[in-house]
């Protein structure tokens, strides 16, 4: 079978990825789900918007004659990873993930774990506070059950619609971030307290070690559970996968 990869992307790490197959002439197309208004030019082809469930991408495997699947979504994105495994097993095309490692707590961090984004809200059960609200604009309305928060919201896109939240400010910017910014950003809104995913890796990392460096509090979103699949952490390891460890199957 001729190589045909179906790259699941909308990360820092699928970018780096497509330049690499990219670079390398291998046969490949980027997925995104289609959410960002302006998307950032990619090396590969590209489709956009969701197959329609595992059905959807199933025939979308088939109909594509697609010989691999790498996972490159952001952690949190469970649903299509669960599809990805799903679809895979069933047509037997293998699948990688491409992630990254949670981060861990490190001395001079003062993390409240909760196990997802209902455990935030609960956690913001409390009087005023000036909150970084840094969980992606799909989760916003969740929070509307604490509206005594100020929050300061961090989106890719400007918003469409009204925001949920009474009292908010929204930066429009796209990572990676950096410390030294985010520190500045944080003094100059006067933040308490960091809400986050336990997203991972360094795009969006330089939050927490600015939240680190001025003594705030981070409500600390665990990962969404997934099934067992294999994993690797690095573009180079994608690639040793592609070239070498397919039979090993999924
Ligand atoms: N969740 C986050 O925190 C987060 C943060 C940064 C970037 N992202 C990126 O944003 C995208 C959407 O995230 P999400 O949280 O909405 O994921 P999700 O909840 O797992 O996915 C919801 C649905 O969106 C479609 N979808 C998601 N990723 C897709 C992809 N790469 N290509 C085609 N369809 C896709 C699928 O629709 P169908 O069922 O119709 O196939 C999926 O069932 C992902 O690509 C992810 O990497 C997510």
Redesign the pocket.
Known sequence: MTMNLLI????LE?RALCARVAELGLTATL?????VARPKASALPVRS?????VA??RSYLVAEKISHVIDA??P??????R?AIIACAETGVPLLALTRAPWQAVSGDHWVHVPDMEGAVAALDRPPLRVMLAV?R?HLAEFARQPQHHYLLRLVDPPDRPLPLPHADVIVDRGPFDVEADTRLMQEHGIQMVVS?N?GGTGAVAKITAARQLGLPVVMIDRPALPQRREVYDVEAALDWLHTGTDLGV
């Open positions: 699941l992307g909308g990360t699928a997925s995104l789900a289609g959410r918007g969701g197959f329609g469930g959807g991408l979504t952001h949190f994105a469970a649903q299509m990873s599809h992606g799909m995913k997203a």
